[in-house]
C-alpha cells in the first residue's frame, strides 16, 4: 500500500506533464500565425473575396490549423469572414469586449488607421479550450480589409 501511495502521485504528474506537453503542440505560434495571414492575403489577391472568404469561413479549409484561424474585417469594424465562429459575420463587432472591458475590434479599426500591419493584445475565448485566454493577434490592413490570425497564451 505504501508503494502505491508513492506511485500514484507519480503516475499523476506524469499525466499532467503529457496533458501540458501536448496541448502546448496544439498552440499555434506567432511565426505560423503571421504566416496564415500571408496566406490570405495571398489566396484574397489570387481568388477574390468571395472565395477567400468562403475558405477562411470552412472549418476544415486551409485558414484553421491548431488553435489558429484568420479573421477579416471591413475598417468599420463589420467581421466579413471568420474562420472559428460564423455568428460573427456580417456583424458590427466594435461593440465587443474581452473580459477586462476592453473594446478589441474597435481598438483594432484605430490601430488600422495608423498602422499598415501590427500586434494586438486582448483576451478571448479559445475555442479548443473553451476557456478566456490571453491572445495576440497579428493584423494587415490590405486596401480596405483587416485580415488577421491570433495566438493564445496559456
Given at each position: 500500500?505504501?508503494?502505491l ?46 472565395k ?16 489558429l ?86
Open positions: 500500500m505504501k508503494r501511495r508513492r506511485i500514484v502521485p507519480v503516475c499523476l504528474l506524469s499525466l499532467l506533464c503529457l496533458a501540458a506537453a501536448a496541448l502546448a503542440q496544439d498552440r499555434g505560434t506567432k511565426e505560423e500565425a503571421v504566416a496564415m495571414v500571408k496566406k490570405a492575403v495571398t489566396a484574397l489577391k489570387a481568388d477574390g473575396r468571395e477567400t472568404f468562403a475558405a477562411i469561413n470552412d472549418p476544415k479549409g486551409p485558414f484553421r490549423a491548431k488553435d484561424y484568420v479573421v477579416v474585417y471591413d475598417l468599420q469594424g463589420k467581421c466579413l469572414a471568420h474562420g472559428a465562429n460564423a455568428k460573427q459575420i456580417d456583424k458590427d463587432l466594435t461593440a465587443l469586449r474581452d473580459p477586462d472591458g476592453k473594446f478589441f475590434v474597435k481598438e483594432r479599426v484605430e490601430l488600422a488607421k495608423t498602422h499598415e500591419d501590427f500586434w494586438q493584445d486582448y483576451k478571448f475565448l479559445n475555442p479548443m479550450t473553451k476557456l478566456i485566454e490571453p491572445k495576440s493577434m497579428y493584423l494587415e490592413k490590405v486596401d480596405d480589409l483587416l485580415i488577421g490570425c491570433g495566438i493564445y497564451k496559456p
